[in-house]
């Protein structure tokens, strides 16, 4: 293949020059090429006589889909100054951008848009030709040699992976709602296949954009693919499908999951990792534990809150990401992130009720900087779940069994109304004693136990307070999830804490679960902040499937969730020291 055979340039139309269909040839790892759009300032060389660092993205969702066809009413509520005529899903606006003085390289990820391949998503693959990406875009004349990475979501979760490979000429990277570890924060959770989302986002954002794929150009799904369309059959053997594999594998040791895998400890690069509270059930937790174990010197976590489309192109996000780019991309460090003038870390405060998916009002909530995370002056406080349906800092004195239809039947809680104010801000474990039955003699006793733990918040009118998530629904402060035969931790784990703790969910550590026996289970619960004022209500629920909030996320797929080995009823052991749930609780500041 002829490099840059398809290339166009324009230098007239547009405020910036515009390279279409630009060759990237891949050479570290395998042969082949992949295709970009480059948005330049028109001072850049050859145009002109200017050198400037790029910022680049790759993903599978169309170098050439405009955003406003990706997803319209996103599209109509964008901040107006990060619109273009190439605005793109959750990348950076190269009209924005250029006009601060870099160069957005834009590349479809192998196997989509123009780039051929066999398409297989979060892969490997992906982060070895993302290196390659990088290498080019530092060598190329136009380029200062520094390179960038900024993107949203799945933008966000290939510079983990890449920046672990420290590509040369890699200078930072802002992960913005980005998930670091593809087993435990977006295919299965706590063990649990995590199917809704991985099969709306599949067929929805990603298999419509192959390479090959007929009659894009005819749905403004970008351009048709240059070298012609493909039959089906040869379609399907180009791809890896995402939604078949995620179900198909079901360990963290069997080669699917172990490609995928990398070591955070490798990240040395400048680091903002940018988290949202209400990314409960794919990016949250992967910005917090990407940024505990990089390496990087420079290293910054923020919090925030609000849809996940929308918050990154706020005028105040902008002005984030560009003074972080420019100190470490520019050597202009005027807000202080190399002399510690920045923060390591700074929350979004969830005080008070600004509503659900109102930007304006979310506002309204207040920020704090920290030291450090977890938050060094923690207090790590055990609520017990009582047989009166309590949480009580102390042992209930008389025990029960609490019991709920394991498929079918409401969730049971337990709660604590505050005395004063209390905030909690950290990791949370729910440690609970947890048994199965069949629901009648006749019927099959159940092999599995898979719970399901929600935090939620009321007011003092005893009504729910929601938070704005992923995709503007209402959802409770936090979830949490376990499957009981994936139990065992690894205690001699690194990364094992009391708050945190490491399971493997390797196939052969996988436990038996008899009807009858008691198991007594800890289960991560994300970490989260909320505030509860005097006289609010603090709500620990349990049950055996998703519960609101789950949104398009939900845990569903027929052969993972079998009712006959899910089916009967769930026991939680409560009173003494049966069962509680620890919440980090932090003194008032």
Same mark, same amino acid.
């Given at each position: 293949?002829a490099e840059?055979?398809?290339?166009?340039v324009?230098s007239?139309?547009?405020?910036?020059?515009?390279?279409?269909?630009?060759d990237?040839p891949?050479?570290?790892?395998?042969?082949?090429?992949?295709?970009c759009?480059v948005y330049? #300032?028109?001072?850049s060389?050859?145009?002109g006589y200017?050198k400037?660092p790029?910022?680049?993205t790759?993903?599978p969702?169309g170098?050439?889909v405009?955003?406003? =066809?990706?997803f319209?009413k996103s599209?109509?509520?964008v901040?107006p100054?990060m619109?273009?005529?190439?605005?793109?899903?959750e990348? /950076?606006d190269?009209?924005?951008?250029t006009r601060?003085?870099?160069?957005?390289?834009?590349v479809?990820?192998?196997?989509?848009?123009?780039s051929?391949?066999?398409?297989?998503?979060?892969?490997r693959g992906t @982060?070895e030709a993302?290196f390659?990406v990088?290498?080019?875009?530092?060598e190329?004349?136009w380029?200062s040699?520094?390179v960038?990475l900024l993107?949203i979501s799945? +933008?966000?979760?290939?510079?983990?992976?890449v920046?672990?490979?420290?590509p040369? !000429?890699? @200078?930072?990277? %802002? /992960?913005w709602?980005g998930?670091?570890?593809?087993?435990?924060?977006?295919v299965?959770?706590g063990?649990?296949l995590?199917d809704?989302?991985?099969?709306?986002?599949?067929h929805?954002?990603?298999?419509?954009?192959? +390479?090959g794929m007929?009659?894009r150009?005819a749905?403004?799904?970008g351009?048709?693919?240059l070298?012609?369309d493909?039959d089906?059959e040869t379609?399907?053997k180009?791809?890896?499908?995402?939604t078949l594999?995620?179900?198909?594998h079901? +360990?963290m040791?069997?080669e699917?999951?172990?490609?995928?895998?990398?070591e955070?400890?490798?990240?040395?690069? #400048?680091?903002?990792s940018?988290a949202?509270?209400g990314g409960?059930?794919l990016?949250?937790?992967g910005?917090?534990?990407g940024w505990?174990?990089?390496s990087? #010197?420079?290293?910054?976590?923020? &919090?925030?809150v609000?849809?996940?489309d929308?918050?990154?192109?706020y005028?105040h996000s902008?002005?984030l990401q560009l003074s972080?780019l420019?100190?470490?991309?520019k050597d202009?460090?005027y807000?202080?992130?190399? =002399?510690?003038?920045?923060a390591?870390?700074?929350i979004?405060?969830r005080k008070?009720?600004c509503g659900?998916?109102?930007p304006?009002?979310e506002?309204?909530? $207040? =920020?704090?900087?920290?030291s450090?995370?977890p %938050? $060094?002056d923690?207090?790590?406080?055990?609520f &017990?779940?009582t047989?009166?349906?309590?949480? @009580?800092q102390?042992p !209930?004195?008389v025990t029960?069994?609490?019991?709920?239809?394991?498929?079918n039947?409401n969730? %049971?809680r337990?709660?604590?109304?505050t005395p004063?104010?209390l905030?909690?801000?950290?990791?949370?474990?729910?440690?609970?004693t947890?048994?199965c @039955?069949r629901s009648?003699?006749?019927a099959?006793?159940p092999?599995?136990i898979?719970?399901?733990?929600?935090?939620?918040?009321?007011?003092?009118? !005893?009504?729910e307070? +929601?938070?704005?998530?992923t995709?503007?629904? #209402?959802?409770?402060?936090?979830k949490g999830w376990?499957r009981?035969?994936?139990?065992?931790?690894n205690?001699?784990?690194?990364?094992n804490?009391d708050?945190? $703790?490491?399971?493997?969910?390797?196939?052969n550590e996988?436990?038996?679960?008899?009807?009858?026996?008691?198991?007594?289970?800890d289960?991560?619960v994300?970490?989260?902040?909320t505030?509860?004022e005097p006289?609010e209500t603090?709500?620990?629920?349990?049950a055996g499937?998703d519960?609101q909030?789950?949104g398009?996320f939900s845990?569903e797929? $027929?052969?993972?969730r079998d009712?006959?080995a899910?089916?009967?009823?769930n026991?939680i052991?409560?009173g003494?020291?049966n069962s509680?749930v620890v919440?980090?609780v932090?003194? =008032?500041r």
């Amino acid at each position: 293949m002829a490099e840059n055979k398809f290339a166009e340039v324009d230098s007239e139309s547009y405020p910036y020059v515009f390279m279409k269909n630009v060759d990237i040839p891949l050479k570290t790892y395998e042969k082949g090429v992949l295709r970009c759009n480059v948005y330049l #300032p028109k001072e850049s060389a050859p145009f002109g006589y200017k050198k400037y660092p790029v910022i680049a993205t790759y993903g599978p969702y169309g170098k050439d889909v405009p955003y406003e =066809s990706f997803f319209k009413k996103s599209w109509d509520q964008v901040n107006p100054e990060m619109k273009s005529a190439h605005s793109s899903w959750e990348t /950076p606006d190269p009209g924005f951008w250029t006009r601060q003085g870099y160069i957005v390289v834009r590349v479809d990820e192998r196997g989509a848009g123009q780039s051929p391949g066999e398409l297989d998503t979060m892969s490997r693959g992906t @982060s070895e030709a993302f290196f390659d990406v990088i290498e080019w875009a530092a060598e190329q004349e136009w380029s200062s040699g520094k390179v960038g990475l900024l993107g949203i979501s799945y +933008y966000a979760g290939t510079q983990w992976r890449v920046a672990a490979r420290q590509p040369k !000429g890699l @200078s930072a990277i %802002i /992960p913005w709602e980005g998930m670091s570890d593809y087993y435990r924060d977006r295919v299965r959770h706590g063990g649990i296949l995590s199917d809704q989302f991985i099969d709306f986002w599949w067929h929805n954002g990603v298999q419509p954009n192959q +390479y090959g794929m007929p009659g894009r150009a005819a749905r403004k799904w970008g351009d048709d693919t240059l070298e012609g369309d493909l039959d089906p059959e040869t379609l399907g053997k180009n791809r890896r499908n995402q939604t078949l594999d995620t179900a198909t594998h079901k +360990y963290m040791d069997e080669e699917y999951y172990k490609t995928r895998n990398f070591e955070l400890s490798d990240i040395q690069v #400048p680091l903002l990792s940018v988290a949202n509270w209400g990314g409960i059930l794919l990016h949250l937790r992967g910005n917090v534990i990407g940024w505990m174990r990089a390496s990087s #010197p420079f290293k910054f976590l923020r &919090f925030i809150v609000g849809r996940h489309d929308l918050p990154f192109y706020y005028p105040h996000s902008a002005k984030l990401q560009l003074s972080f780019l420019d100190a470490f991309l520019k050597d202009n460090d005027y807000d202080g992130w190399k =002399s510690g003038k920045q923060a390591r870390v700074n929350i979004c405060v969830r005080k008070g009720n600004c509503g659900v998916d109102d930007p304006e009002r979310e506002l309204n909530f $207040p =920020s704090r900087d920290e030291s450090n995370w977890p %938050i $060094p002056d923690t207090r790590y406080t055990k609520f &017990f779940l009582t047989a009166d349906g309590t949480l @009580s800092q102390q042992p !209930g004195s008389v025990t029960d069994i609490c019991t709920y239809d394991a498929l079918n039947g409401n969730p %049971i809680r337990f709660e604590y109304r505050t005395p004063s104010t209390l905030e909690i801000t950290g990791h949370i474990v729910a440690h609970l004693t947890v048994s199965c @039955s069949r629901s009648s003699p006749e019927a099959t006793p159940p092999t599995e136990i898979d719970l399901f733990v929600t935090l939620r918040k009321l007011n003092s009118e !005893g009504e729910e307070v +929601y938070y704005t998530g992923t995709m503007g629904d #209402p959802v409770p402060i936090v979830k949490g999830w376990l499957r009981t035969s994936l139990r065992k931790i690894n205690k001699e784990h690194p990364f094992n804490q009391d708050i945190l $703790p490491y399971r493997d969910y390797f196939s052969n550590e996988v436990q038996p679960v008899n009807e009858g026996e008691k198991y007594e289970v800890d289960i991560e619960v994300w970490p989260t902040n909320t505030v509860l004022e005097p006289n609010e209500t603090l709500v620990l629920e349990i049950a055996g499937h998703d519960t609101q909030g789950v949104g398009k996320f939900s845990h569903e797929h $027929p052969e993972d969730r079998d009712p006959k080995a899910l089916g009967g009823f769930n026991h939680i052991q409560v009173g003494k020291e049966n069962s509680w749930v620890v919440l980090p609780v932090i003194p =008032s500041r």
